[in-house]
C-alpha cells in the first residue's frame, strides 16, 4: 500500500474514532422488519424506511422467487445493450401509472438515479436552486452537472422567489432549474410545492422534486406531487424503490420527450447493468398494491399518529413532522447518542442522527413507524423512552 494513502488513512480514522464520529455498524442478523435481532438481541425497529412493511412481504417474495426462476437472477447487460427485459418495461408502465405521467425510467438506486438525472440535463451553463436541507444525492446530482448550484433557505419561499429572480434576470445562464425533496427526512416536514410551483411559472423554471419518503406515504400513498394534485406542473418526478416500495432502485416519473431524453443522455442507464429481473418484478407487484389499496398506507399513518401521540404525551419534542416520521429532538450530540444507546439496551433499535447530517445542537433519535408495527411494538418502544427518558432528565 502507498505510504501517502496509509497515512491518510491511518490519520483520519483515529481523528474520526476519537471525535467519536465513526460508525460501527452492527449487522441486522436476519430480515428488516419491524423487529430485528442485532448481537444477538430482539428489538424493536424504529429505524428502518420500510414504511409499509413491503421488503418482507410474502407475495413479493413469491413473486421475486418465481421470476429468478424463469428470468435468472441478473439481467445480464446495461439495459441499452440487451439489460432491458419484459419486466423492465412492465415496471416503467406501471411507474407511469403510478405517477400520473406519460413515461418513466428506471435505475439501480435512488442516489444514482439523482446522479444520472440532473446531470443528463444540467451544464456549466446552467443553475439550479436548491434547498439547504436536500439530500446528499442531489447534492452531488448537481455538483456532477457542473451547474451553478444556489441554495435556497430551507423551505423559505420568499428566498426562492428572490434567487430566482436573481438567477434568471442575470442572463448568466440558459436554463434554470428548483430542485426539492417532496418530504425531508430529518424532521418529516413537506416542501411547499404549489407555491415552488408558482414560483417555477413565474421564471420559467424546471421543476425536480425527489420524493423518496413521500412515495407510498402521503398523496394517501401517491406521494407528495400527488397530494397537490401536481403532476402536470412537475418536470422531474423522482422516486426511490428502496423505502416504501420495500425493494431497490430509482426512477424518474415524466413527459415522454424527458424520458427519451434520459434513455440516450443519462449515464447509469447506459452505463450500468440493469436492476435484477426478480426484484423488478417484485417492485411492480409492490407498486400495484399500493395503488390498488390504501390498507398499508393508513396502517403506517395510524402507528404514526400512535407514536406521536405517546412521546409527545411523555413530554419529548417531537417538531413538527408533517408525516409519520417522529423525530425526537434531544439537541445535545453526546447526550442524542447515550440515548440511543440507552433505548438499544431498552430493546429498542432507534438511531441517533447528529451534526453534521442535521444542524449542531438539533441531535435527535429518529424514529420511523412502520405499517409491519404493533400497537404492542410501539406501547414497548414508548416505554422504553419513558425509561430512558427519565433516567437521562430529558423528561420529569
Ligand atoms: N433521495 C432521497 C431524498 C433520499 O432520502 C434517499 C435515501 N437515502 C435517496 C435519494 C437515495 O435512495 P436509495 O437509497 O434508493 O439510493
Redesign the pocket.
Known amino acids: 500500500m502507498s505510504n501517502v494513502l496509509n497515512n491518510f488513512l491511518d490519520e483520519n480514522l483515529a481523528d474520526l474514532r476519537e471525535q467519536g464520529l465513526y460508525n460501527d455498524i452492527d449487522p441486522v442478523e436476519g430480515a428488516n422488519g419491524p423487529t430485528i435481532q442485532v448481537k444477538g438481541q430482539s428489538l424493536v425497529n424504529l429505524s428502518s424506511?420500510n414504511y409499509l412493511g413491503l421488503a418482507t412481504n410474502d407475495e413479493l417474495k413469491k413473486i421475486a422467487q418465481a421470476t429468478i426462476e424463469t428470468h435468472g437472477v441478473g439481467a445480464g447487460a446495461v439495459r441499452t445493450i440487451n439489460g432491458t427485459l419484459d419486466v423492465h418495461v412492465k415496471l416503467e408502465e406501471t411507474l407511469a401509472k403510478f405517477k400520473g405521467t406519460e413515461a418513466a425510467i428506471s435505475y439501480q438506486?435512488?442516489?444514482?438515479?439523482?446522479m444520472a438525472a440532473i446531470s443528463a440535463v444540467m451544464d456549466k451553463n446552467d443553475a439550479i436552486l436548491s434547498d439547504q436541507l436536500?439530500?446528499a444525492?442531489?447534492i452531488d446530482g448537481c455538483r456532477l452537472s457542473k451547474a451553478k448550484i444556489i441554495a435556497y433557505n430551507h423551505s423559505d419561499m420568499d428566498d426562492l422567489r428572490a434567487k430566482a429572480k436573481a438567477a434568471t434576470e442575470s442572463g448568466l445562464y440558459n436554463k434554470v432549474m428548483v430542485i426539492t425533496?417532496g418530504v425531508f427526512?430529518m424532521d418529516g416536514d413537506i416542501a411547499k410545492l404549489p407555491e415552488i410551483v408558482e414560483i417555477a411559472k413565474e421564471f420559467d423554471l424546471i421543476t425536480y422534486v425527489?420524493d423518496?419518503?413521500g412515495s407510498g406515504v402521503t398523496g394517501k400513498g401517491a406521494g407528495t406531487v400527488k397530494h397537490f394534485g401536481l403532476q402536470n406542473e412537475i418536470d422531474f418526478q423522482?422516486g426511490?424503490?428502496?423505502?416504501a416500495i420495500g425493494v431497490?432502485?430509482?426512477y424518474v416519473a415524466g413527459k415522454k420527450n424527458l424520458i427519451d431524453w434520459l434513455k440516450v443522455r443519462s449515464r447509469p442507464f447506459l452505463f450500468s447493468t440493469a436492476l435484477p429481473p426478480g426484484d423488478v418484478a417484485a417492485i411492480t407487484r409492490a407498486v400495484e398494491m399500493i395503488m390498488e389499496s390504501t390498507e398499508l398506507h393508513d396502517k403506517l399513518w395510524d402507528n404514526g399518529d400512535y407514536l406521536k401521540r405517546g412521546l409527545a404525551e411523555l413530554g419529548f419534542n417531537i417538531g413538527d413532522s408533517e408525516t409519520p416520521i417522529t423525530p425526537c429532538i434531544i439537541g445535545d450530540e453526546k447526550l442524542t447518542q447515550q440515548f440511543s444507546k440507552r433505548l438499544f439496551e431498552e430493546g429498542v433499535y432507534a438511531k441517533s442522527i447528529v451534526f453534521p447530517t442535521v444542524p449542531k445542537g438539533t441531535g435527535r433519535v429518529r424514529n420511523m413507524p412502520t405499517a409491519a408495527h404493533t400497537k404492542d411494538m410501539l406501547d414497548d418502544a414508548i416505554a422504553a423512552y419513558a425509561k430512558v427518558g427519565r433516567e437521562l432528565g430529558i423528561i420529569q
Not at 109 to 114: D, Q, R, T
Open positions: 424506511n438506486s435512488g442516489f444514482n438515479c439523482n436536500n439530500h444525492s442531489i425533496d427526512s425527489d423518496a419518503h423522482i426511490t424503490l428502496s423505502k431497490v432502485g430509482g
